[in-house]
């Protein structure tokens, strides 16, 4: 016997989490590519969507279509029996735990529960033992199910034999069972179940009744022969598990499974007659109806609060998750078989997966959002189509998407088709798999994040498997009993899917909370995982602000300096002139006073040079992220969520300042565009005052009489008008440079000309190089008659080198060269 496999069993395989999470942190790339709310371009395309939806509202109403119509609410169901959580927002703040508007204290929630089957052992009888068989041989039999009540012993017995198998296959090492029968090897899965099914019974043998049955089951599953053998090995086998509880001081069989498999929640579940679930609201519209349709098939309401155990052919609504029903059924094998069931208006299913859903379906009214709400994976089925059903009676969600079906994605779809809803897409692709720059979740606004996790917090992981469809490979890992390299492999991945979908859901602008569920009791992929990856974002977020401060920075450097050159670049001598006493006299003035004001805002002053820093950057609370306290949904409002929800573990995160994307937003955008004449117009770079350079021009300064304060005149609308029609300058010069166009009629100006000393020198030069090539250069003073033939020259030089742009020919007067 190896005593070294059951200490390395006895030590807590969750232990490693911790230890791999932080070599996975320190080994990850830092994040640098972020979209926030407080990006311009974000900004910009959500103005002309609202913009867009504002017009065809007005084009709808200017049809004659109503405003009340134009928003088209959808056909939902009325389960009111939680009627004062269903509307949180219009009279609880979005911040505020709405328990503490209650004035009276509410009665306390109790945990439902029904009775328990005393001997457990008789859950489990010979055919479900077969059928067990049958899914473990090595070419795994399809079996058909009766119903799923049966589905779930069969599950329930399977879970049980991988959970003892550390045991089970020590003890059968101990015996040197394989030794004896070489042809055994490689069928180890078949030889625990026989094992376990011959420990279960003491090692007694079955009752004469039972014999045939027993022969007739095994020869069907072809687990004959190794019943056999090990009926043969009883006594040595006895014998050993009974060494190895003396050895460990084990008062039960479970005392020597590692720490997180000693729980009989398998067995208990499976041995409790209570049944939970959920009333499918697209076959029964409202509570009326559901209460009709459960006294119809037997059942009667149990409206006692104050007694919480439920009493056989009893049932009883929650008071956390709204279509939520808890009843104790006589037999669950008939419940299973009944229309109620078999027909989909029951949904059978685990509490554990309902708080979830339950919570996120109120988060929409909790923040007065409205728009599409996204989920991540798919772990289970009818969790996700739980969460639709809730999502029927909320008017503020446009779509429902899921992501992450994989290979499922048919069946799945299937399913929702059966349960008949059809307010849910279901998508084969994994969310971790869309770039940030994807276009495909630009309406959504809340996600709900259940990523890959240990469930090593579920009461019933049978509910979870019997979902899935009977997932074997789920029951081998949530029974792991070895810290192996494969397993550390996995658990790293895990991780890494927790952290890249939390990452990427928090990295986009439009997503305002996201709600995180779990099913694990390690702090590694729960609080430990939340505090890192909102850190992580904050931490980037306010990186990319501190960059966007150093290029403006740099902007307005460069502004500078092109401020401060362009004068010199225009000086043609560096002489400066000295301005007279009495400007000078002005100036300093000016300084001194501008220097008081200075002093008397100190403050002010102070705080502007140190935003000056860069470490002075906030961030905005638009773009900051921070966890939420989960809202308190229970009719009763005392906190029962957070006694109730063993095996969930959620977290809400939200920005600090929710964006809503209302009338309110459009207006603010439009302000800010300058579209009312109230753009704040320091948004740009502002551009440091530079010092005066001294200069050759004399400063202009402003008398005394112009600074002072001036009366208002009232308007002559006919001295205006008058002063509009007045010929300007600029009309005046291009009235005779038209009529200066025309030769037969010249026009002698009667302004002042400036000269083009470029325009000229480039004339002359051609006419040069022209007067070069023909040998008739020579160097004489032309006058306005010589200059057109000049011109003339030279256009046509520069059509003969097949140049399109020329000079464009000037009039001019009065010109020597």
């Known amino acids: 016997m190896s005593n070294h496999l059951f200490f390395l069993s006895l030590a807590d395989i969750f232990s490693v989490y911790p230890t791999i999470f ?80 209650y004035k009276t204290p509410k009665k306390k929630c109790q945990q439902i529960r ?24 090595k070419a795994p039999k399809k079996v058909q199910f009766e119903n799923e009540h049966e589905m779930r012993k069969v599950y329930s017995l399977i879970y049980d034999v991988f959970r003892y198998k550390v045991v089970l296959s020590n003890s059968l090492n101990d015996i040197k069972f394989y030794e004896q029968f070489p042809e055994c090897i490689g069928d180890e899965n078949r030889i625990w179940l026989m094992f376990y099914e011959l420990l279960r019974r003491n090692f007694k043998q079955r009752f004469s009744e039972e014999i045939d049955l027993q022969y007739l089951l095994y020869c069907e599953s072809d687990v004959e022969e190794i019943a056999e053998h090990l009926w043969k090995f009883r006594k040595p086998l006895a014998a050993s598990v009974a060494r190895m509880r003396i050895k460990f001081n084990a008062l039960s069989l479970s005392k020597l499974l590692p720490i997180h498999l000693q729980n009989e929640k398998v067995a208990n579940a499976a041995s409790n007659t209570m049944v939970t679930g959920w009333i499918n609201p697209f076959l029964l519209r409202d509570k009326t109806s559901a209460d009709k349709f459960l006294h119809e098939c037997g059942y009667i309401l149990q409206e006692d609060d104050n007694t919480h155990i439920l009493d056989t052919n009893h049932y009883r609504w929650d008071n956390v998750c709204p279509l939520f029903v808890s009843c104790v059924p006589q037999d669950k094998g008939e419940f299973t078989k009944s229309k109620i069931v078999t027909q989909h208006y029951f949904v059978i299913q685990d509490k554990a997966f309902s708080y979830g859903p339950a919570v996120m379906s109120r988060l929409l009214d909790y923040f007065q959002l409205s728009g ?72 959504v606004v809340g996600i709900f994040a259940n990523p890959p996790n240990s469930f090593s917090a579920i009461s019933d992981p049978i509910d979870l498997i019997c979902s899935r469809g009977g997932d074997l490979s789920m029951l081998e890992v949530l029974t792991e009993s070895e810290i192996s390299a494969e397993g550390k492999r996995r658990v790293s991945l895990i991780l890494e899917e927790q952290l890249l979908t939390l990452q990427l859901a928090m990295s986009r602008p439009q997503i305002q909370f996201l709600l995180y569920q779990t099913h694990s ?51 043609g001598s560096p002489r400066k002139r000295v301005p007279n006493a009495q400007a000078e006299e002005k100036v300093k003035a000016q300084s001194a006073t501008e220097a008081g004001t200075t002093k008397s805002d100190g403050i002010v002053e102070v705080s502007g040079v140190a935003d000056e820093s860069e470490d002075n950057v906030v961030l905005p609370d638009a773009d900051e992220f921070m966890c939420e306290n989960i809202p308190d949904i229970c009719i ?8 109730h929800s063993i095996g969930c573990y959620l977290s809400l995160i939200k920005r600090t300042k929710i964006t809503q994307l209302n009338a309110k937003y459009l207006i ?7 579209l009312f004449d109230t753009a704040d117009k320091s948004t740009g770079p502002k551009v440091k005052g530079t010092k005066t350079l001294e200069t050759n021009i004399e400063p202009i300064i402003e008398s005394e009489y112009c600074s002072s304060r001036r009366v ?75 200059l057109e033939e000049i011109c003339s020259i030279a256009i046509c030089c520069l059509q003969r080198k097949g140049l399109r742009k020329y000079p464009y020919p000037l009039h001019i007067q009065n010109l020597e060269i």
Request: charged residues 25%; glycine residues 4%.
């Open 712 to 786: 208002e005149k009232r308007i002559n609308i006919d001295q205006l008008i008058s002063r509009l029609m007045t010929n300007t300058n600029s009309s005046v010069n291009r009235i005779g440079i038209i009529k200066a166009s025309s030769i037969s009629h010249p026009v002698k100006f009667k302004f002042k000309r400036r000269e083009c000393k470029r325009y000229k020198t480039t004339l002359l030069n051609i006419y040069q190089i022209s007067r070069q090539q023909s040998g008739t250069f020579r160097y004489r003073r032309c006058s306005v008659e010589s």
């Open 22 to 101: 932080k070599e996975l942190v320190s080994t990850r790339e830092s994040q640098t590519l972020i979209y926030l709310p407080s990006d311009a371009d974000w900004q910009e395309r959500m103005y002309y969507r609202l913009l867009e939806v504002q017009k065809r509202v007005n084009e709808s109403v200017d049809n004659g279509v109503e405003v009340d119509y134009v928003a088209v609410r959808k056909d939902t169901h009325s389960f009111n029996h939680l009627s004062s959580v269903l509307n949180i927002s219009p009279k609880i703040s979005p911040n505020v735990s709405p328990n503490g508007f």
């Open 114 to 137: 029904g009775k328990s089957l005393k001997n457990k052992s008789k859950f489990w009888n010979l055919k479900t033992i077969a059928l067990a068989a049958k899914l473990l041989a």
């Open 668 to 674: 603010k955008m439009a302000e800010a565009r300058g």
């Open 636 to 643: 009763n409002q005392d906190g029962c969520i957070k006694q």
């Open 521 to 571: 009791i390690v702090s590694s992929e729960n609080q430990d995982m939340v505090d890192y990856i909102v850190k992580l974002i904050n931490e980037t977020s306010l990186r990319k602000h501190q960059s966007v401060f150093r290029e403006r920075k740099r902007l307005e450097a460069i502004a500078e300096a092109e401020v401060a050159n362009i004068p010199a670049a225009a000086m």
């Open 372 to 443: 599409d709400i996204l989920q991540t994976h798919i772990s289970s089925p009818r969790s996700t189509a739980y969460l639709a059903s809730l999502f029927h009676s909320v008017n503020r969600l446009n779509n429902f998407y899921v992501y992450g079906a994989g290979l499922n994605l048919k069946e799945y779809r299937k399913f929702m088709e059966i349960l008949g809803v059809n307010n849910i897409r279901i998508f084969a692709e994994s969310f971790t798999s869309f770039p940030l720059e994807s276009k495909r979740f630009g309406y």
